[in-house]
C-alpha cells in the first residue's frame, strides 16, 4: 500500500513496514500468485507472463527448498550463455562488482525434451517492486543495473529482455538469524535467461 499513500507519509511507512514486516517486505512475487507449501516437499508450474508466445516453464519447489531454489526449462543455446556469463567471474571483478550479478546457477541437467533443467537460487524481491516502496539506495543500484547491461553489450552477450526492470533482482545481507539489514545496499542480479544469446 505504500506507492497510494501521500508522497509525504510514505518514509514513515516504509520505516514502518521494515519494522514490523521484516523479512516479509522484500519476499519474491514468485510465490505470490502460487500456493506453495513450507512444510512438504512438492512441484508446481509457474507460467511466465508479459509474452503472447509460450514461454519456458519455470517450476516452484515446496518444502525445505522453497524460497531456495527454482527450476528454469531453458533451451540449451540460451542455458550455455547464461552458464559462461555466471562463471566468467574475471569479467565481473574487472568491472568493479565484487559478486557475479547473473541469477545464480546452482546445478543443470538435460531433460526429455531436450530442454535444460537449471536449479537456480531465489532472490529477494525485484528492483521495479523496490522502488515502489522507496528511494533508498535506488541511485546506487540503478548504476549497478545500468553496468551490468553495459558489460553484457561490450561483450556480445544478448540477454533479450533487459529493458524489464523486473529481471533484477535484489538479494539482501541478513545477520546471523536471517534478519534483513536494510541499512546495507542490496546486490542486484539480472534473472531470467532464457532468451540470451552470444554473437
Not at 522484500?26 to 512444510?39: A, F, G, R, V
Not at 543455446?77 to 566468467?88: A, D, G, I, M, S
Not at 528492483?127 to 549497478?144: G, R
Amino acid at each position: 500500500m505504500i506507492p497510494f499513500v501521500p508522497k509525504n507519509e510514505q518514509k514513515d511507512l516504509f520505516e514502518l513496514a521494515k519494522e514490523k514486516l521484516g523479512n516479509v517486505l522484500i519476499e519474491s512475487s514468485l510465490y505470490s500468485k502460487n500456493i506453495i507449501s513450507n512444510d512438504s516437499f512438492s512441484r508446481q508450474n509457474f507460467e511466465k507472463g508479459g509474452s503472447k508466445k509460450k514461454s519456458p516453464k519455470t517450476t516452484l519447489i515446496g518444502g525445505g527448498l522453497k524460497n531456495k531454489t527454482i527450476i528454469r526449462h531453458i533451451k540449451p543455446e540460451h542455458f550455455l550463455t547464461w552458464q559462461k556469463v555466471y562463471k566468467n567471474y574475471k569479467l565481473w571483478e574487472k568491472a568493479g562488482f565484487d559478486y557475479v550479478p547473473i541469477e545464480p546457477i546452482q546445478s543443470f541437467k538435460l531433460n526429455k525434451e531436450n530442454l535444460v533443467n537449471v536449479y537456480s537460487g531465489v532472490l529477494d524481491l525485484d528492483l521495479y517492486d523496490w522502488k515502489q516502496i522507496t528511494d533508498e539506495f535506488v541511485k546506487e543500484l540503478e548504476e549497478d543495473r545500468e553496468k551490468i547491461i553495459e558489460i553484457l553489450e561490450k561483450n556480445k552477450i544478448k540477454h533479450g529482455h533487459t529493458n524489464v526492470v523486473k529481471n533484477f533482482c535484489l538479494r539482501f545481507f541478513r545477520d546471523k538469524n536471517g534478519n534483513v539489514d536494510f541499512n546495507q545496499k542490496p546486490r542486484i542480479y539480472l534473472i531470467d535467461w532464457d532468451q540470451a544469446v552470444s554473437y
